[in-house]
């Protein structure tokens, strides 16, 4: 896990959605049209994440019919269980889930149904933070996590708290190690769909490559800018990519390293500030969409 992975892999970027819901549970459209709305915008694959709960009878959605050639899905589901330092239930996101995954216990807890999906091989991920509150102790309680949400669509247009960076700059203050993925988790119930993407670095675009590649750290995530490279020499970050108007390198406290200009497609920024400690990058645009690069440690 490491910000230069993506850039360092081999093969191509594949776009995905990592969270999303259907009629499998309280989407408003089914798995298939699901597929096909991605499919047709653009996207490579998607994961149908339905609300793993006894309402819907504890789907793990199979959307692997409408998996084609220049189209593929990832099995998964958010999880439940009671529950946060808020007294909410716990939502937490599995991408990479068989669809025979065993129901939720009622013994269990968020963090132990969290290791239970890890050890099923999915990767997982501490979903919208901002939307319910979750506290940094419990954030860090899900102690199998892969990444946090740094953003999540749904949360941004429904009620304005899609913004996970604050506690994902916790988290990784107090020593976690975990990347940061933007999602849509759309519902279609709303204008919740095409708003935040990961962009995975992959041999091709089978769903356990995938997997294995979001496991390992290799991707980006995005609003609209690409990030076409990012090397590093010595002390020095060289970054490329799509139009930016800003190209931030934030870290402990309030470090941080910028540039800022019209139309930068370039930039090297000094590692200086970051010595012995993490890092991520942000590119801005001139429409204030970002794009999101996984942390650097040292
Ligand atoms: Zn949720
Ligand atoms: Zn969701």
């Known amino acids: 896990m490491s910000m230069l992975n993506a850039f360092q892999a081999d093969g191509r970027f594949f776009r995905g959605n990592l969270h999303g819901h259907s009629t499998g549970s309280d989407g408003a459209i089914d798995a298939e049209e699901v597929c096909r709305r991605y499919k047709a915008a653009g996207y490579d694959f998607v994961a149908v994440t339905d609300h793993f709960l006894e309402r819907f009878d504890y789907p793990v959605t199979d959307t692997t019919p409408y998996r084609d050639s220049s189209f593929t899905t990832i099995l998964g589901a958010e999880v439940h269980a009671p529950e946060t330092r808020k007294g909410i239930d716990w939502h937490i996101l599995a991408v990479g889930l068989p669809t025979n995954f065993a129901t939720t216990g009622s013994y269990e807890t968020g963090p132990e149904l969290a290791r239970r999906c890890a050890r099923a091989g999915a990767f997982v991920a501490i979903v919208h933070p901002a939307w319910y509150q979750l506290e940094l102790a419990d954030a860090k309680s899900i102690d199998v996590a892969h990444a946090v949400e740094v953003y999540n669509h749904m949360a941004h247009v429904s009620v304005d708290r899609g913004d996970g ?134």
């Open 165 to 298: 960076a604050v506690l994902l700059d916790e988290m990784l203050y107090t020593g976690s190690r975990l990347g940061c993925i933007a999602t849509d988790d759309s519902h279609w119930r709303l204008h919740d769909a095409f708003g935040g993407w990961v962009m995975v670095k992959s041999e091709s675009n089978r769903p356990e490559t995938l997997l294995a590649a979001l496991r390992e750290g290799s991707y980006y995530s995005s609003q609209g800018p690409e990030i076409h490279d990012i090397r590093r020499d010595d002390g020095d970050l060289f970054i490329s990519c799509t139009a930016a108007s800003s190209v931030i390198l934030l870290g402990q406290g309030r470090c941080s390293k910028t540039a800022h200009g019209c139309a930068l497609t370039k930039a090297t920024l000094s590692l200086d500030r970051f010595e012995g400690s993490w890092c991520r990058l942000v590119v801005v645009d001139a429409a204030g969409r970002k794009a999101w690069s996984n942390p650097l440690w040292p």
